[in-house]
């Protein structure tokens, strides 16, 4: 491993992290905005305002970490934002399926 291929790969996990972490707080810190049924919604599109560029740096990330194993470090970091990126992906579906479905 180069160290300058190390340095960025940690730099976009960085970013990444930062992201992630900002879609759940955030959207706290945003007033709501709207009157009746819609009060409030500028709080989910701040969610996935983050969420969306978190999703992109994880497809980077896996990119980047394509080519080592699974046990090592760098190989887990780079696999980890997308295998969560996917359960949230997973978890908003059966909510709107469960929703529906009741």
């Known amino acids: 491993m180069r ?5 960025v790969f940690w ?3 960085g970013l990444w992290l930062a992201c992630f972490s900002a879609s759940f707080v955030m959207p706290g810190l945003v007033g709501p905005v709207g ?3 819609t009060r409030g919604l500028n709080r989910v ?13 994880a497809v980077i990330l896996v990119a980047l970490s394509r080519g080592y194993p699974w046990r090592s470090l760098r190989g887990a970091a780079g696999r ?6 996917g359960g949230l992906v997973l978890l908003v579906v059966v909510l709107i399926l469960v929703a529906r479905l009741q």
């Open 35 to 37: 009157d009746g049924f």
């Open 11 to 13: 730099g976009v996990f």
């Open 80 to 85: 980890l934002p997308a295998g969560l990126a």
């Open 45 to 57: 599109s701040e969610f996935f305002k983050y969420q969306i560029g978190a999703t992109l740096l």
């Open 3 to 7: 160290r300058g291929s190390a340095i």
